[in-house]
């Protein structure tokens, strides 16, 4: 075979295993194109994925809050059916009307804190039946005359942002300043809660204060109870009525140590100890709150005491 020939068939199969080489890079870089097409297809895919279980989530969210609220507004009937019930017995009128709560069930939830302070709550502590009448009582029965109090704020006289009434026998004098009327006396349900109160806890209170809340805009900020730092009043018994709402606790030496209640229809809340001396508490704001809330606060009257001592005196 000549020598021109053989180089005529070395060129041709260079030339072929050339053009092979071409195709194959032309058909990599085609297959790298679709993999990083491939690649943002996935991502996209993954973003709407993930957007498609946030919003089902979301709708969940929203379908659980439309049961909820369906169920809430049910019970409300009910419960609306049965004060209507005890309405039409006339039972604030009859001195044989027990107000009876079965203190064998009621089961305090203890919360030591720090700086020897203590807190006990129980979220059940009346029947939803008992609560709505008291509610009811509270709010329409009476005709309780809500004063809407004044304090002095930089030298200026301001609205507390909340209504107050307060019950005690009709001599004692007003428990703190805030309050101008004279007490209304016990009422027969309102007697009966504390009583049993005062068979709960082992202690004796002098007056209920009462805190009407219209809506979430009406609130108390951070305070601590000043006649119940001493010892023998530091004894303070909340039960709440009504629309459920937040209650803070602030630790005096640490601002960021809280400790947060959902304070609801029926509940009680009890501080002692040293709770009022080295704690705040707040109910904040709520402005999404439409609703109402009765707050009853059982209390020693350090007025009471020094009235007492001054009659025993003479």
Not at 28 to 43: A, C, D, G, S, T
Not at 262 to 291: A, C, E, F, I, Y
């Amino acid at each position: 075979m000549s020598t021109s020939s053989t180089n005529t068939k070395v060129n041709k199969n260079y030339n072929q295993n050339f053009k092979k080489d071409l195709k194959r890079k032309e058909i990599e870089e085609v297959v790298k194109e679709e993999e990083e097409v491939l690649k943002v297809e996935k991502k996209k895919l993954k973003t709407k994925i993930s957007k498609d279980k946030k919003k089902e989530k979301e709708v969940e969210k929203i379908e659980k809050k439309e049961e909820k609220k369906e169920e809430e507004e049910e019970e409300e009937e009910e419960v609306e059916e049965v004060v209507k019930e005890i309405i039409k017995k006339d039972v604030n009128n009859n001195e044989e009307f027990k107000f009876i709560i079965n203190l064998n069930n009621i089961i305090l939830k203890e919360t030591l804190l720090k700086d020897n302070a203590r807190v006990r709550f129980c979220s059940r502590f009346l029947t939803s039946e008992l609560s709505t009448y008291l509610y009811q009582h509270l709010r329409e029965d009476l005709g309780l005359n809500y004063e809407h109090s004044k304090i002095k704020m930089y030298g200026k006289e301001i609205f507390i942002p909340r209504l107050q009434s307060w019950m005690s026998s009709p001599t004692d004098n007003p428990p703190s300043l805030f309050q101008k009327q004279p007490a209304r006396e016990w009422s027969v349900p309102m007697l009966h809660l504390k009583h049993q109160l005062e068979s709960l806890l082992g202690q004796t209170f002098d007056y209920v204060l009462i805190n009407y809340y219209r809506d979430g805009n009406d609130y108390i900020g951070y305070h601590s109870d000043g006649e119940a730092k001493k010892e023998a009043f530091n004894v303070i018994a909340s039960v709440s009525l009504g629309t459920t709402r937040r209650f803070i606790l602030r630790n005096n030496k640490d601002n960021k140590e809280k400790v947060e209640y959902s304070l609801n229809n029926g509940s009680l809340l009890v501080m002692d100890r040293d709770t009022q001396s080295t704690w705040k508490h707040q109910v904040p704001k709520q402005p999404k709150v439409l609703t109402p809330r009765i707050n009853l606060t059982f209390r020693k009257n350090n007025n009471v005491v020094v009235a007492k001592k001054k009659k025993l005196n003479n």
